[in-house]
């Protein structure tokens, strides 16, 4: 029984990409961190954003975690940092989305913040979906608009949680989940630039439909899938960040 994980990118219609993505991972331990963010601010200033939540999980990268839970949130608190240590140093005020996924064999441990997401598939089913801290998801969870809908609403880019920025970030805004994996379960991580353009279930279909599980044909289903994001997007789409991570 083993994790097989990959990431892959595309800048969509954007002049910058300032979506980052990163997996670490501790063979002795068969342990992974999982990192996914997508950064705000104009010019630089998201990609600076984003950047810096990946050096925070490179810094802290130092396993086995004793409580995945408790390392997580404060991940969560020393990206918030890092990310307002950087604004004060270029005098601006950045921000970035964060999803994080922690797994430890069959356990997998993960925490967001915005709108980039973690899907857990099972058998062609969505097991759990993070709820976005945006505008457009209260808007769904009040039955004022559909989940189909939330793509393509014109406050779709409107936060309500976030690291980075002058504010402390609070303790009730970090939510830890844990799941227990099953062989073949997929953990999908992706940008807005991404779930916005490709659904959950077409992903499950070509990672179902993979010959084998290796890396290099993960790899190949991520890129595809990455593409497609980038091309329904067309000229003005978003940045499209993806990470599969799928239990053999």
């Not at 990163?22 to 996914?36: E, G, N, R, T």
């Amino acid at each position: 029984m083993q994790w097989i994980t990959v990431h892959a990118e595309h800048i969509g219609g954007r002049s910058e990409q300032q979506d980052r993505s990163i997996i670490l991972h501790h063979p002795q331990q068969a342990d992974y961190f999982v990192v996914l963010a997508d950064g705000m601010g104009g010019h630089s200033g998201g990609a600076l954003a984003a950047q810096a939540v990946i050096d925070t999980a490179q810094h802290m990268w130092h396993p086995p975690m004793t409580h995945p839970p408790a390392f997580l949130e404060d991940f969560c608190h020393q990206a918030h940092h890092s990310i307002q240590t950087v604004g004060q140093q270029h005098d601006i005020e950045p921000h970035s989305t964060c999803v994080a996924l922690y797994l430890h064999q069959q356990q997998a441990h993960f925490t967001h913040l915005g709108d980039s997401r973690l899907y857990h598939l099972r058998k062609g089913q969505i097991e759990q979906r993070t709820r976005d801290h945006s505008l457009v998801q209260m808007l769904v969870d009040l039955g004022r608009i559909t989940e189909a809908e939330m793509a393509t609403h014109q406050d779709q880019s409107c936060l309500l949680r976030g690291l980075g920025g002058e504010s402390p970030l609070e303790e009730e805004a970090i939510e830890c989940l844990s799941a227990q994996a099953w062989i073949g379960d997929v953990f999908m991580l992706c940008s807005d630039g991404f779930w916005e353009q490709v659904q959950a279930k077409e992903v499950w279909g070509h990672v179902a439909n993979m010959p084998a599980y290796n890396t290099a044909q993960l790899q190949k289903t991520a890129n595809a899938l990455v593409q497609r994001a980038a091309e329904r997007g067309g000229t003005s789409g978003d940045n499209v960040s993806l990470v599969l991570c799928v239990l053999k």
